[in-house]
């Protein structure tokens, strides 16, 4: 990573941090209860899944799948899902919760897995990569939005 972009990510983990200490101070929740379908479109009803509440209730019950687990024989989301009857959001909440605990549980179109420290690096790399995919998404969403005149004229 060039020092231009150590520093735009860097900037980016700041904003994010921001946007969560501001996500709590109003505590919010995001409220999709008007829509129809909403379970099918977000894999959720209602409310997103308190982050907190999903690991206690599906923490230890994910970890207990996951961690006997091998690059070989990882599971998939969906079987999650069906195993323990929750959403994919909630999964995926669990596995973030269990991360940011430095659990090693890696992921990759083969499913989640326990993994060893080069999986484990690899996975990193993965996020990291994702992490600055979205960062310069959202930077040129953001320049676009500076210039509305610009994008109006597209379509």
């Known amino acids: 990573m060039t020092p231009y972009e150590q520093q735009q990510f860097h900037t980016l983990k700041k904003r994010v941090l921001e946007l969560e200490a501001e996500v709590k101070r109003l505590n919010t929740p995001t409220d999709f209860t008007g829509f129809t379908g909403t379970k099918e479109l977000?894999?959720?009803e209602?409310?997103?899944p308190d982050r907190n509440k999903a690991?206690?209730?599906?923490?230890?019950a994910i970890m207990d799948i996951i961690k006997p687990r091998n690059?070989?024989?990882a599971i998939i989301s969906e079987q999650l899902e069906e195993m323990l009857d929750i959403s994919g959001t909630i999964v995926r909440s669990v596995v973030g919760s269990?991360?940011?605990?430095?659990?090693?549980i890696c992921s990759s179109g083969n499913g989640y897995w326990w993994g060893t420290?080069?999986?484990a690096e690899v996975t990193l790399e993965s996020l990291m990569q994702r992490a600055r995919v979205i960062f310069l998404r959202a930077r040129n969403m953001g320049k676009s939005l500076a210039k509305p005149a610009v994008q109006e004229s597209l379509f």
């Open 42 to 44: 977000l894999g959720f």
């Open 117 to 119: 420290r080069k999986e």
């Open 55 to 60: 690991f206690n209730e599906y923490g230890d």
């Open 98 to 104: 269990w991360r940011d605990r430095g659990a090693w």
């Open 71 to 73: 690059k070989k024989n």
């Open 46 to 48: 209602g409310i997103m």
